[in-house]
Each structure stands twice: as C-alpha cells, then as structure tokens.
C-alpha cells in the first residue's frame, strides 16, 4: 500500500469510552468472539453520528470531528534476529509491525522477555500509526474496516486505550478511503453498535499519558481517555420499574434484543444500576435516541437507550442508584421506554439474570 498520507476528518474520541494498547511492549492477547454476520440486533442499523447535541443536560455536542492521517504501510513476511537491548516496541518500529502482531505470531506472553539471537518472525500485513487524539471507530472508519476484526487481529484487551505511536494491523480487506470526503454522506453510511462505542472511541494517549480519572462533576466535557473504575461491587440494580416490553434473546424472525425494553411514563428517574464513569453520554446513535453507557470495571458495562433527558457526562463517576436521566420516547420507538443492556468482556449478557428478583 506504501505510505498513503491522505487527511479524512472523522470523529474524535471527545465522546467516549476506545481502541488499544497497554503502556507494555505488547498487550496479552485476549480472546474475542468471532465477528460473524449475526441475525440482526436491534443496534445494527445505520445512524446518522455526526453532529447532534446531548439530550437535555448542557446541550454541548459529545462528538467532535478530528483528523485521522490513512498513514498505512504494508510490511512483507520475514524475520528479525534480536540483538541486546532490543524490545518488542523498538522491533516494532524498525520492521514496521506492530508489538501486538509480533507478540501473537512468536506466541510471545507477558512480560515479553527476549534474549540475544532469538528469531521472530515479522506477521505481513498492512499497519497504520496511531497519531494524538485518533479513536479506534475513527482509524476504522478510515479504512472502511470493522473496529471489531481489528481488535481480533490486534488481541485488543481492556481498557482499550491506544497509544500515539502504536502501529495497528489492519484487516486484509482494509482500504484508505481517498479523495474528498462528503462527511456528510460519510455519516449516514456509517455503521455503530454499543459495542463499537465501548471499546473503540477513547482518544489515543503519548506513551507516557496516563488517561483521567473520573470525577463527580465535570466542568466541561472530558475529551482525554479515562481510566477503568478501580472497583466493582458485583451488584447491579434495577434502574427503574414497570413493565417488561421486551426480553433479551429472539424477539421475531431475523431479529435479536441485546437487552431488555422497559416501559415508564415519560420523565421517569433512570438510575444507574452501578457504581461507574459515564464513558457515552449524548444522542448522536440514532436508534436509540438518548444513551448514556457506564464502564463499572471488572469488563462490565451498562447501557440506557431511548432517554427523553440525560443529566450526566462523560467522565462523571456515579454510585448505584443516581439519576442519571429521565425515561422517554427517544430513538426508534413510539412509546416512552428504557432500553437496558449489561455487557460483559464485550458480551451481552441477559438482565433478568443479574438484577434482584422482582
């Protein structure tokens, strides 16, 4: 591919939870789920993520566009004898492959030890570098690549935080897009799911950036990377009562809910089911209106969707039982409701399985 230098303007990680790499010589590899052509969720559809102000609140925009260089450079097969001194990082950057690729082809495992005169073999393929303040879903969307498939060919584990510098393998259908971009047009192509958002929208830190803690009450919207909770209770409550609309699982033909629809007259308090960080709060996913994700630690996550009112922001740390927004018809659906979801390491997992009997 060479060194394609062409400037896309995408957006920014000023919004969200994102894409990858520990402040180690390579990150442990991590299993993920295969990115398969699942029935269709309620999440997968196309949304408009451009513009759009936050749902009630200070009505600042979570998004911003930024940047991203396709800075691309193919690597061909080979290999790399180690000299003293040497570490994944630094043959990295000579071969032009990333740590994490060399780690998963020498099968390589924390805490990476190397010795004079030890082979590794160099993985071909086709490697961007990430600059200052790129995203995961922003380098992804530079490429017309899945984020998902890149943090699989990365071994891409928590807290999915990129480093400036850090060369991603790309997938082998990963292609820069060239030439004049209609951000436009660009927006209504583009495809996100709540996963994407919670592991591929935190801006890429410097090697020795540390990302931000979170805080109780931001003054202005937190557009650095922020930290993981450092502890999770285990314990999830209902964040609000009334009726079950909709249970996780098949829901009609073709058609799966991620989570569980929970009926509540307009302006019902929506409270955090944890103790947290906002890590999404705003509107710019249209199917479901208002959303507001909480990172609790541990791989845990918590998603409310279809918010009339969010009265938190990014970066704000909550504790179980805060209002976090009020109820409404937001998104794709006619009726006031909550749409709840618990993720697990990426996983959605059933509601009703971890709340209090009811």
């Known amino acids: 591919m060479g060194g394609v230098n062409h400037r896309i303007w995408l957006l920014s990680g000023a919004f969200l939870l994102a894409g990858c790499i520990p402040a ?112 995961g879903i922003g380098i992804a969307a530079a490429y017309a690549a899945d984020w998902g498939e890149i943090i699989t060919v990365n071994a891409l584990s928590e807290p999915y935080i990129l480093r400036v510098g850090q060369r991603l393998r790309l997938p082998s259908d990963a292609r820069p897009v060239r030439g004049p971009v209609d951000v436009g047009a660009r927006a209504a192509a583009f495809r996100l799911d709540i996963d994407d958002i919670a592991t591929g929208s935190q801006p890429a830190l410097a090697a020795s950036g540390k990302p931000a803690a979170g805080t109780a009450a931001p003054r202005k919207p937190v557009t650095t990377a922020i930290a993981n909770p450092a502890y999770f209770t285990g314990r999830f409550e209902w964040p609000l009562h009334g009726p079950i609309l909709a249970r996780f699982g098949p829901i009609a033909p073709g058609k799966v809910s991620d989570g569980i629809n929970i009926a509540a007259a307009a302006g019902t308090p929506i409270r955090a089911t944890a103790n947290g960080v906002v890590a999404y709060a705003g509107d710019q996913i249209g199917v479901y209106g208002g959303l507001i994700l909480i990172n609790h630690g541990s791989g845990w996550v918590s998603a409310y969707g279809h918010a009339g009112r969010i009265d938190v922001k990014r970066g704000q740390t909550v504790r179980m039982g805060d209002v976090i927004g009020r109820a409404g018809a937001t998104g794709q659906v006619q009726t006031s409701q909550l749409h709840f979801q618990l993720r697990k390491n990426r996983i959605p997992v059933d509601p009703m399985k971890q709340l209090p009997p009811r």
């Open 24 to 135: 180690v010589d390579a990150p442990a590899p991590a299993s993920r789920p295969a990115r398969e052509e699942p029935p269709r969720r309620e999440e997968a559809v196309r949304d408009d993520i451009f513009g759009g102000e936050v749902v009630g609140g200070d009505a600042k925009p979570t998004w911003t566009l930024k940047p991203v260089t396709t800075n691309a450079v193919q690597v061909a097969a080979g290999s790399y004898v180690v000299r003293r001194g040497d570490t994944l990082r630094a043959i990295g950057e000579m071969t032009g492959a990333g740590s994490e690729a060399l780690a998963i082809e020498n099968d390589l495992a924390p805490p990476y030890m190397l010795r004079p005169g030890q082979e590794l073999r160099i993985p071909a393929g086709l490697y961007h570098r990430v600059a200052a303040g790129e995203t």
